[in-house]
């Protein structure tokens, strides 16, 4: 009985030890990031007085305490990520975003294996997207949008993480070259913003062979260039098409009209031609925002395919087409912004109903 509360003692201290030695880590990784980001007021009741777990910004888990989350978005943060971050073993959730960091990505990060979330964006980070970022097998949303990385999109994000889910480079203006096909074998993605960057190439053409989740799908603001993968008819969750201030060129293919979830269609300032496809727009029966301006669409708009109850927006200026506006566009019952101009649209239907001031049409005379 002696031996086994002796044994027992021992076990205790053992745990208090350990654990007290993983606090004391959790606490010097956070006071080094408080050191390295310029001592911000923001952090003011980071005090060693109180345990590190009633701190802004951090989350323990509950039977460990140790820091499983460091969550302080918006707080004018300046200064660098500290290295000591990487010490936090515990940690899950990541998610600085809306600050001034400025540097790069600490490569200590990488022993993060715990990591689920990670959002550094709106920040000023510089330096390549760290390839190691595709070690933490555990990473589902990733956020790196708006700062000033560099380089290209490394394959290996994608070679062994099967969790990922979001995927946000987007407004790093840096970030160029071609988009690795590796990302399409991530099966669990869901959303892929890569917009207002410079990156360059077509799209594979079986883009949507293992992505049947994906549900967004932005590259806008790019160099991307060829056609529209008829194989895009296989992603069948997608809401969200945004391939708009690009080079791509083609006939939009008839396979988008599998698309019967997608609410935003943004083709616009892109190399499209030929006649705008009305049995395609048709089928499209959940879209709320149409976008082809800036184009090269010839023919007449077609008479079809105007049965949409919830589009809100309708743009088609700017390209060559030619007729008249059709009568069905009154069937739009959610419409008003309509943006026709610069076209060679002759004459208008008497039937539309432009003076109802409840709905506030912006458009120009063609
Ligand atoms: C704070 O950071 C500076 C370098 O930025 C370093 O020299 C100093 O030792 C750090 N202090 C603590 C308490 O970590
Ligand atoms: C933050 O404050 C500590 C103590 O006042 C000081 O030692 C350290 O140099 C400061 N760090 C920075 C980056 O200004
Ligand atoms: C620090 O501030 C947060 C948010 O205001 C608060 O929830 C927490 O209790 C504070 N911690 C301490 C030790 O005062
Ligand atoms: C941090 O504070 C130091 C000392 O005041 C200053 O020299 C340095 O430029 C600041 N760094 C940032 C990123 O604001
Ligand atoms: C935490 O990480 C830093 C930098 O990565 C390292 O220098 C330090 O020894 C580590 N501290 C502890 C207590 O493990
Ligand atoms: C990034 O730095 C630039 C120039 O130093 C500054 O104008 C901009 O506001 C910074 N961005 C953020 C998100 O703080
Ligand atoms: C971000 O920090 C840079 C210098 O480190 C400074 O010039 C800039 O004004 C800061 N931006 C904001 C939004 O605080
Ligand atoms: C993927 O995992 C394998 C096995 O652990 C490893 O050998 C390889 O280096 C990893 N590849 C990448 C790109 O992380
Ligand atoms: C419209 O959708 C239906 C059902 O998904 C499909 O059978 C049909 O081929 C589609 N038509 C066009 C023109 O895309
Ligand atoms: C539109 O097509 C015409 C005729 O094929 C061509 O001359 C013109 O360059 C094209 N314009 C654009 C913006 O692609
Ligand atoms: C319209 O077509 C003419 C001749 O076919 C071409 O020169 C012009 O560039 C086209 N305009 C646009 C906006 O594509
Ligand atoms: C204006 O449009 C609304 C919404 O579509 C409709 O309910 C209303 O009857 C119209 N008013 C007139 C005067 O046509």
């Known amino acids: ?13 053992y745990f208090s ?8 880590t959790d606490e010097s990784s956070l006071i080094a990031f408080k050191n390295y980001t310029n001592n911000s007021t923001s952090l003011h009741n980071w005090s060693t007085q109180a345990p590190i777990c009633r701190w802004i910004g951090v989350s323990c888990g509950a039977k460990h305490r140790c820091v499983t989350s460091l969550s302080l978005p918006g707080l004018s943060l300046q200064g ?6 990487g010490n936090l073993t515990f940690l899950r959730v990541l998610n600085i975003p809306s600050n001034n960091f400025t540097g790069v990505l600490p490569s200590e990060l990488s022993k993060l294996r715990r990591l689920e979330y990670i959002n550094v964006g709106t920040n000023n980070l510089t330096g390549e997207i760290p390839t190691w970022l595709g070690g933490l097998l555990e990473l589902r949303r990733m956020y790196l949008h708006s700062n000033r990385f560099s380089g290209g999109i490394p394959s290996s994000l994608f070679i062994n993480n099967s969790r990922l889910e979001v995927l946000d480079l987007e407004n790093n203006q840096l970030i160029r070259g ?12 869901l959303s892929i913003n890569l917009a207002r960057n410079k990156l360059s190439g077509n799209l594979p053409i079986n883009m949507c062979s293992n992505t049947p989740q994906l549900r967004n799908f932005s590259v806008g603001g790019n160099q991307l260039s060829g056609d529209i993968p008829k194989n895009i008819a296989q992603c069948r969750e997608l ?20 698309l019967s979830k997608l609410k935003y269609l943004l083709l616009w300032q892109n190399e499209f031609k030929g006649s705008i496809p009305g049995q395609i727009i ?18 007449s708009i077609p008479k079809q395919g105007w049965n949409l109850p919830s589009l809100t927006f309708l743009a088609l200026d700017s390209n060559n087409l030619t007729g008249t506006i059709p009568e069905e566009f009154g069937n739009l019952a959610s419409l008003n912004n309509l943006i026709l101009s610069s076209n060679k649209l002759t004459a208008w239907c008497k039937s539309l109903d432009w003076q109802n001031t409840t709905r506030a049409f912006s458009f120009a005379i063609p």
Do not use: K, R
């Not at 660098?80 to 971050?85: D, Q, R, S």
């Not at 071609?178 to 993605?189: E, G, H, K, R, T």
């Open 282 to 299: 048709g089928n499209l029966t959940s879209l709320i925002w149409l976008n082809l301006q800036s184009n090269n669409f010839t023919g």
């Open 178 to 189: 071609l988009i690795p096909n590796a990302m399409f074998n991530v099966s669990s993605l």
């Open 80 to 85: 660098t990520i500290a290295p000591h971050l």
């Open 239 to 258: 809401e969200i098409l945004e391939l708009q201030a690009n080079y791509f060129n083609g006939d939009i293919p008839t396979e988008i009209g599998f």
């Open 1 to 13: 009985m002696i031996f086994y509360f002796g044994v027992l003692l021992l076990i205790l201290n």
């Open 17 to 24: 030890l350990s654990l007290s030695n993983s606090l004391t």
